[in-house]
């Protein structure tokens, strides 16, 4: 009972107010995908470039009387002083031929700058890592701050997973909500797809509809080069991700508890050490509630093993 009053006065006392860096396409999609929710009472907008970041407030702003009251604001970093979350989606975005190592060193010196400020103005606050490398600056963050480490997580694989469960839906011909299969790992080129553990409701995938090796391999390479595929044609993907950030943040500001391929950093599970890859972990208002231990095969665990390596070798050119 206790606990649920105490529940209960921590959403009411608490403002539902999110404050997101980067107004270019990735961050005013979720500040419209946030509004368009209804789940926050508040956003701030930040930006370098500041009449970009006025036309996206304005233009949010105009979106409100169709979807219901949310506040927009231009934003400085004062603004994460009364927010519950900060969802970092600033830095360059990933063009066409450049992976996403390349855009390391660009994005860790911006990173780097902000994380300074962000806990100065709240030390509760839970960061929501999307600029990409993703994996390399959650670590970044984390290694800046590793007392609040269980508030720092990247939007990691959860996009990846989606893009997942779109593809084995469509040959499933199931609601991918109800397909419990996870890339894990980078998010980027060496992520791991979990097909042992894949899942339609509580039926092993295999069973449910045999895969052939080929098809597998289509599927996961559809779904990992995506990004690759929808940047040639429009040069940035946000709507997918701006879904996935709205996920995370309902899942911190309403304590939901659900389970989200994010990145954070590993102490020893598979012998990896300091590295921020994605697994399946609890997402609620603490930020990562815990982990879960997964049951992989031999070949998946050497893999995400490998995809580790990739890491700690790409974060190491930065020293
Ligand atoms: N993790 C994922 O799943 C995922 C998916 C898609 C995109 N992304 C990443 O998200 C990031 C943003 O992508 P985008 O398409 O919105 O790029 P974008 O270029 O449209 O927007 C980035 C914005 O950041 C701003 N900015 C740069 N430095 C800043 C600073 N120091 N402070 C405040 N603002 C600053 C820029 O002015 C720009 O408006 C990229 O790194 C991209 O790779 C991640």
């Not at 999110?18 to 270019?24: D, F, H, K």
């Not at 990691?156 to 109800?178: I, M």
């Not at 980078?186 to 553990?197: A, I, N």
């Not at 449910?208 to 940047?231: R, V």
């Amino acid at each position: 009972m206790l606990a649920e009053i105490n529940q209960l006065n921590y959403n009411v006392m608490k403002k539902n107010k999110v404050t997101i860096y980067g107004a270019g396409m990735v961050g005013s999609t979720a500040a419209y995908s946030l509004i368009a929710s209804g789940a926050v009472e508040e956003i701030a907008l930040i930006d370098i470039n500041n009449k970009l970041c006025q036309s996206q407030v304005m233009d949010l702003q105009h979106s409100v009387p169709f979807w219901g009251y949310t506040k927009v604001k231009v934003g400085t970093s004062a603004d994460v002083e009364d927010s519950q979350i900060v969802v970092i989606t600033c830095g360059s975005a990933q063009r066409l031929g450049e992976t996403r190592i390349d855009l390391l060193k660009k994005n860790a010196s911006i990173i780097k700058g902000l994380m300074s400020d962000i806990f100065k103005y709240n030390s509760d606050i839970i960061v929501i890592m999307v600029t990409n490398p993703v994996d390399i600056l959650t670590n970044i963050a984390i290694k800046m701050f590793p007392d609040k480490k269980n508030q720092i997580f990247g939007s990691g694989t959860v996009l990846d997973t989606a893009r997942f469960r779109f593809l084995l839906g469509e040959k499933t011909e199931v609601n991918p909500t109800s397909l419990h299969a996870y890339i894990v790992g980078e998010h980027g080129d060496s992520e791991v797809p979990l097909w042992s553990t894949a899942m339609v409701g509580n039926t092993p995938l295999d069973q449910f509809h045999k895969l052939s090796p080929e098809e597998k391999n289509i599927i996961f390479n559809e779904a990992k080069n995506a990004a690759y595929a929808i940047i040639e044609g429009k040069q940035s993907t946000y709507y997918a991700v701006a879904a996935g950030i709205v996920s995370l943040v309902n899942s911190v500001l309403y304590n939901k508890k659900t389970v989200f391929t994010v990145s954070h950093q590993l102490n020893g599970l598979f012998g990896i050490n300091g590295v921020c890859l994605s697994l399946p972990r609890v997402v609620g208002a603490n930020g990562i509630l815990r982990d879960i231990e997964i049951a992989i095969s031999p070949e998946e665990k050497a893999a995400i093993q490998q995809s580790a390596n990739n890491l700690a070798q790409a974060e190491s050119t930065l020293l």
